[in-house]
């Protein structure tokens, strides 16, 4: 077992280097247009400037991965991207399938997480009044106040991303998740299940 495990590990990181998660920020445009709405309107909100400023590193560390895990399991849950023995060919392995599919939709969500962050400090240094905020939060917006909001914001925007990938159709999600084979593979996969007779 110990000597199958680099091989196994290489041919992840293949599949997911192929599968290319940048992608998937451009491919979903409804999440993505859900991600940067909401951030965009809760970065100028009073009562996430004060939960920005009180709360914890620990809180919102635990706050942001809570996020990205719910809409990394919002998407592989909502758009069955969950690969069943039954959908591959023999000899494939669905672990490493499905493993594929998690760590390249986390990839894509942290990317996509990363650009948000980053619209966000732009928008505070744009429309963030340091005396308005100071009169809502108590403090007067330093350096890492700003990285707190956005960070905040970001993880609060990430969440209804999970819900607006609901709107995305399951062929536009496969196509920003998967390669041109497993594409092919997911779409009969979902041929498949259509046809099958219920129990």
Do not use: C
Not at 1 to 19: C, H, K, S
Not at 100 to 111: A, I, K
Not at 153 to 160: D, K, L, P, S
């Amino acid at each position: 077992m110990t000597p199958r495990r680099p091989g196994r590990l290489r041919r992840l990181a293949g599949m997911v280097l192929v599968n290319r998660p940048w992608r998937l920020v451009l491919g979903m445009r409804s999440a993505l247009a859900a991600v940067l709405a909401t951030s965009a309107y809760l970065v100028i909100t009073s009562t996430v400037w004060q939960l920005a400023a009180s709360l914890s590193v620990t809180k919102l560390v635990v706050t942001m991965v809570a996020a990205i895990a719910m809409m990394v399991a919002w998407i592989v849950g909502a758009h069955h991207l969950w690969w069943r023995r039954d959908d591959l060919p023999e000899g494939e392995e669905p672990a490493l399938w499905n493993a594929s599919t998690v760590v390249t939709v986390l990839l894509g969500v942290l990317t996509m997480a990363v650009a948000v962050f980053v619209f966000n400090i732009v928008t505070m240094v744009f429309f963030l009044e340091p005396p308005v905020y100071s009169s809502d939060a108590g403090t007067w917006p330093g350096f890492l106040d700003h990285v707190r909001l956005a960070w905040l914001a970001t993880a609060f925007a990430t969440v209804a991303g999970a819900v607006g990938s609901g709107l995305d159709s399951d062929a536009a999600v496969e196509a920003a998740t998967y390669d041109g084979e497993q594409q092919r593979r997911a779409r009969e996969a979902d041929h498949h299940s259509a046809g099958a007779s219920p129990h």
